[in-house]
């Protein structure tokens, strides 16, 4: 079993509520996803703005190769919702004590989150 933690990125705090339970929708209809949970999460300052963030986790129930494989066909899923969701700017996710964009994960990455 898995939990991955992700950080969707906004382009404005309109709607934050309303975003954040689409994207729990969204992420729970995936069929490697047992449970989904998305809240909106305070913004804090890093030196890059950001409008407003919503932070999820998700649980994936499978253990060793069959888990690799899930984690493989989740990241396109994920990268889909970008387009999919208005103000969707970006989706990070925690790997260990790294943040790393979804456009960024690699296969040494989802070998971590396997873990």
């Known amino acids: 079993m898995a939990e991955v933690l992700l950080r969707f990125e906004l382009s404005d705090k309109k709607e934050l509520e309303q975003t954040a339970q689409l994207i729990q929708e969204r992420l729970t209809a995936l069929e ?11 913004t804090r300052l890093t030196g890059v703005e950001v409008g407003a963030a919503i932070a999820a986790a998700v649980v994936i129930v499978r253990s060793g190769r069959e888990l690799v494989e899930e984690l493989r066909k989740l990241i396109p899923q994920i990268k889909g919702l970008i387009g999919e969701i208005r103000g969707l700017k970006d989706v990070f996710v925690e790997v260990g004590d790294e943040r790393v964009s979804i456009a960024q994960i690699a296969d040494v990455h ?6």
Not at 32 to 42: D, F, G, H, L, S
Not at 110 to 115: G, R, S
Request: proline share 6%; no cysteine.
């Open 32 to 42: 490697m996803i047992e449970e989904a949970e998305a809240v909106p999460e305070e």
């Open 110 to 115: 989802i070998q971590q989150l396997a873990k």
